[in-house]
Nanobody, 113 residues
Framework: VQLQASGGGMVQAGGSLRLSCEAR????????MAWYRQAPGKQRELVAI???????NYADFVKGRFTVSRDNVRRIVHLQMNSLQPEDTAVYYC????????WGRGTLVTVSS
């Protein structure tokens, strides 16, 4: 299983970023996919998850600002992040809900005030 996350960077508060996660090595279509984040000194937390049918769920702190989507043909899951705030600064990780769980290396998002 391989998960390659990309799209992180530095933006000012109010800006937007789009993260992407390319998946290989498993049957992407039948596996829920999620984005987590970990801020400095804090535990990793769930941001958003998309099921095999495209259904989605979000953490309360990103509802209305972030959108998760998946492309089963290209085997990619995206996280569109709008209205970013400094508290969104974190390393964002892609996660595949396989039997053993699989994680990408993470991509850093830094939001300046």
């Amino acid at each position: 299983v391989q998960l390659q996350a990309s799209g992180g960077g530095m933006v000012q508060a109010g800006g937007s970023l789009r993260l992407s996660c390319e998946a290989r090595g498993f049957n992407f279509r039948i596996i829920p996919m999620a984005w987590y984040r970990q801020a400095p000194g804090k535990q990793r937390e769930l941001v958003a998850i998309t099921g095999t049918g495209g259904d989605t769920n979000y953490a309360d702190f990103v509802k209305g600002r972030f959108t998760v989507s998946r492309d089963n043909v290209r085997r990619i899951v995206h996280l569109q992040m709008n209205s970013l705030q400094p508290e969104d600064t974190a390393v964002y990780y892609c996660n595949a809900k396989t039997r053993n769980g699989a994680w990408g290396r993470g991509t850093l998002v830094t939001v300046s005030s």
